[in-house]
């Protein structure tokens, strides 16, 4: 038998009731519940019922869930939860709230800033070539093509971006 891990976290009261009717609904544990949520299928939508409607974010963390995962599922949900840099915990509060929690990609950052950068620069100089300031067409022209290809580079980065796994 492999060995499990032991994930717990605390939730709202209001939170805890949503997911206790939740499971209640799915005919399912509160437990199985959680692990479907966190492991299986993070970016589904969790079932709300209309009466009871998610907490307010500064309600204090009163409800301690334990759930029990396999190896296997245990690593995917530290290494989900690595990848957005948070803590365990704090990842599956998010997931269960609905949330899809990202992973921080700072190379993809850093690139798109120094793109809109770029772009704001051409920009600028475009400013200048239609507001009068003398510039020749070829240079023009060169700022232009220039412009578009440094749009079409970052539209294509944030287009993966959204696409990504």
């Known amino acids: 038998m ?3 891990r032991l994930v717990n976290f605390r939730v709202p009261e209001a939170e805890y009731l ?3 009717a939740a499971a209640e609904a799915a005919r399912t ?6 692990r479907h949520r ?9 079932p709300t019922p209309a009466a009871l409607v998610a907490s307010a974010p500064d309600d204090p963390l ?3 869930i334990a759930s029990r995962l396999t190896a296997a599922e245990g690593e995917s949900l530290m290494e989900r939860a ?3 840099e948070l803590p365990i915990a704090a990842y599956v509060r998010q997931v269960l709230r609905g949330d899809t929690p990202s992973a921080r990609r700072p190379q993809v950052h850093a ?3 120094a793109l809109s950068r770029i772009g704001n620069n051409l920009n600028q100089l475009t400013r ?7 510039i020749s067409r070829d240079l023009y022209l060169a700022i232009e093509a220039l412009r578009v290809e440094v749009y079409q580079v970052r539209g294509e980065i944030l287009s993966a971006w959204e696409e990504r796994p």
């Open 82 to 84: 690595k990848e957005c």
């Open 38 to 46: 966190a492991c299986a299928f993070p970016d589904s939508p969790l």
């Open 62 to 64: 009163t409800f301690r």
């Open 18 to 20: 949503r997911l206790v």
């Open 111 to 113: 690139v798109l800033v």
């Open 2 to 4: 492999t060995r499990m």
């Open 29 to 34: 544990s509160l437990s199985e519940l959680l």
């Open 128 to 134: 200048l070539a239609h507001g009068g300031t003398l």
